[in-house]
């Protein structure tokens, strides 16, 4: 008796049994059909980036690189105030979202731990991520442009850090809670105090995680079109000051995607290369350099 | 405890420090953190510091809700509910309605959805199941770079590579054969909203796909090897033993791949033809409320022009949030309870 249940039991028996044909089709048509949706998904992808290679690399030059904007129409100028203004309005916006960003991570982390209050302020930040863009800079209008009587390169900061500080305040919590708490605990047992500890060992010992999350927020902001239209507003000329409209480049890239001019569509092109180039050279140089010195174990 | 959390070197996140100890048997260091200023004193100015920073988060929501409730109070005195119900918009009269903006904002989404949705699943299905393992790394890679191009980009792309492929190719050939249901009728200008349909689809595939091979790896290993022990095949291991107990935390990503085809901007503004119209035909261009606000907030004169503008806003806001709120309890419905993975 006992022997007839264990040859039941055993899968090898199973595979004298012959699975259906609609059985064994449905799986292979299954296969096939995710196999076509990775396709699906791919091409694009390799679409954007090839087209803004092929079309973006025979436009840079160095006129592109070192000129402001011709007069529409005109052949020739180029986007140098707006790679400068981009990077412009990202220094304003990271000096004012990244402090912040941290420091509610922080909070989060080293005081806010299983408390109502800190999961208040978790899920707030959950919410501000899930804010499109584009309200962003109807607040950021209302409180700088409105305030100030002028589209402004500190009004587009202002937006662009309200956008990078939920990313910042997350990922800083989730790096500060894999520092272990006997680190912790080793600090404050040789009477170091305790903000002292936070700065100087937790933080310091999640440098790289921190660093990592602070550049995801800016590569997400980096690119960021729709908070700038009413805030920063764009220039065809450079500025320098804060409380003047200042070019952008996702700016001058959408303003001469919609253009009528082929001469301003190619640049479009080299635009978005030169944006895309910016974003990903600013993310891997950070990555190689937090993840060196993660391995060395002295970051 | 303290010894194997200090001697375990390899953790992937941030490093203990061991060096820290080192130097205090030195005692060099650890006399500069202790001596540095009146310890209890410095401890409350830093807790209150932290303290400030993490009420800004909650200080900056509230901004945005008052900022968006006070600007946006003109016309909904003006109109109150009917704002939503009307479809003129006309700022010479100071007539506004967003009935065409709500229409744009859901077919476009729901578009991209049903473009997206079946692709995001394969992908995700295909990476965690099927995929050998050394492309299992490269392939989540590369979806999620498709999620860190701007929007403005793809909207370029939709411009000059998708627009001309859909008006001499797509449109043509599903107005021949698909004529009939009335949705693909009309002149094909290629711009419109099967474009903008299409292009959202393209930017929330990543999202539902990383968050449907979240919740697929989050299904315990034995479930799967319990039901190919039955003798399924690979097909129904994964439709019985894994989708069936991850579909709550499937419809969450799907839902905040909805979120985020709602609030988008840029590439939809660029490729959707921007008239305020309701029309049955998926060829005929429309409007989202993210693009009429991109389009006309900083032309907008009248108060009541820009007021109605902040109340689309506002509707925005608000549907965006419950649906936000919606897709993460939905995942953690699934996900609690295994370790918590970063993801951005």
Redesign the interface.
Known sequence: MPEATTKVML?AD?AD?P?SVF??S??FL??V??????V???L??G??FG??IY?GMGSINWAFLTQIPKPPGEAGGGMANAIAGSVYILLIASCMGV??????G???S???RGTRF?N??RF?????N??????????A???VVLSQGH?SALAGGVALA?MM???I?R?TE??LL??????R???YG???????T????TL??????VITGVM?AF?RV?????PL??TA?GNQYWNWKMNQPTAAL?LQ??TY??SPFDEW?RQ??AG?LI??VL??ASVGAVRLVANRG?LK??? | ??NR??GA?R?T?????????VT?AKGTQ?QS??S??D??R??A???Y??????????A??G??VY??LT?SSLSWHAFGWKFFFRSEWDPVNDQFGALPFVYGTIVSSILALIIAV??????A???TE?SPRWMRGA?AF??E??A??????????A???LVPLLRQYVQPGLAKYLGWTSLFEGPPYGIGMLAAGIILA?MV?PII?SITREVMTAVPQQQREAVL?L?A????M?RTGVLRNARAGIAGGIILGL?RA?????AVT?VIGNRPEIAKSLFAPGYTM?SV??NE??EATGDVYLSAL?EV?LA??IV??I???LA?FLVWTVTRGTP?R?H?
């Not at chain 1, 402090?99 to 509610?104: C, D, H, T």
Request: glycine fraction near 8%; include cysteine.
């Open positions: 899968p199973f049994a699975i059985r064994r449905l799986n299954v296969t059909a995710a196999v076509t949706a990775v699906l998904v791919l694009p992808l679409a954007v087209y803004l079309k402090p912040l960003g941290i420091g509610a922080i909070y989060l080293e005081y806010g800190g208040l302020i707030t930040a959950d919410v501000l899930g804010v499109p863009s584009i309200i962003v800079g109807i607040v209008y209302g409180l589209f309200i500080v939920p990313t305040t990922t989730e790096m894999l520092v272990p708490q006997a680190v605990e080793a600090a040789l009477g170091v105090s305790r903000w002292r936070t700065l100087s060992i310091r010992t999640a440098t790289s995680g995801l590569a980096a690119g960021e079109t729709a239209l009413f507003f996702s890239i959408f995607a919609i569509h479009a092109w978005a944006l895309i974003i990903v993660m174990g002295t970051n | 405890m303290a959390a200090l070197p953790l996140g941030p490093q203990p420090v061991s060096e820290q100890a205090a650890v953190l202790i540095a200023g310890s209890q410095a401890d100015v830093f807790f510091a932290m303290l400030a920073c993490g009420m800004s988060v909650l900056l929501v901004l945005i900022e968006l600007k079946p692709l995001a699943i394969g992908v299905v295909f990476i099927m392939l590369t979806t770079l498709l860190a191009i701007p929007s403005v980009i793809y909207g370029l792309w411009i000059f590579v393209i595939v796909s022990a003798g095949t690979r097909w129904e994964i979120g709602l609030g988008e901007t840029m660029m993210a606000i991109a907030f900083s902040v806003g925005l806001f965006t949030i649906v936000n709120i993460q918590a970063s951005a």
